[in-house]
């Protein structure tokens, strides 16, 4: 039996250029871009994202997800510490996803033994 994971590789060819992905996002294409694509639930480690931000104000944070409860309370923390460099961009079009990806410099993938799918997720972003 061969069972396929959920990703549709022909979204991801032709491969998008960086700097072309970048500026359709309205991006700075010489901005260093680290993007986070996925839910934003506190099992997510999303504050450590923030955190490392906050570290790095050179490099831009871009995290895409929901819902939009916990995007909302993400946005106030980061702002109430005066983070400039970290944008709540809110749940993504899965036709969208593929220019997201391309447009970053790093892609983040957070899991830890908080989150409820531990044992069983296929983070599909490593590969």
């Known amino acids: ?3 396929h994971d959920a990703v549709d590789i022909r979204r991801f060819t032709p491969v ?4 072309k992905a970048k500026l359709s996002l309205g991006l700075n294409p010489d901005d260093i871009i680290v993007c ?5 639930y506190a099992n997510r480690s999303i504050r450590d994202i923030i955190d490392i931000a906050s570290k ?14 916990e995007r909302s309370t993400l946005t106030r923390h980061a702002r109430a510490i005066g983070l400039k460099n970290v944008e709540f961009i809110g749940r993504v079009e899965r036709r969208d996803v593929p220019n997201h ?4 410099d790093i892609l983040l993938f957070t899991m830890n033994e908080g989150t409820l ?3 069983i997720c296929s983070p ?3 590969f």
Do not use: C, H, Q, W
Request: aromatic share 12%; net charge positive.
């Open 1 to 3: 039996m061969v069972a």
């Open 16 to 19: 998008i250029e960086k700097k």
């Open 36 to 40: 986070y694509l996925g839910s934003l």
């Open 56 to 69: 790095l104000p050179e490099i831009n944070f871009r995290l895409a997800g929901g819902p939009e409860k």
């Open 101 to 104: 990806l391309f447009g970053s």
């Open 117 to 119: 799918t531990y044992d």
């Open 124 to 126: 599909m972003k490593i």
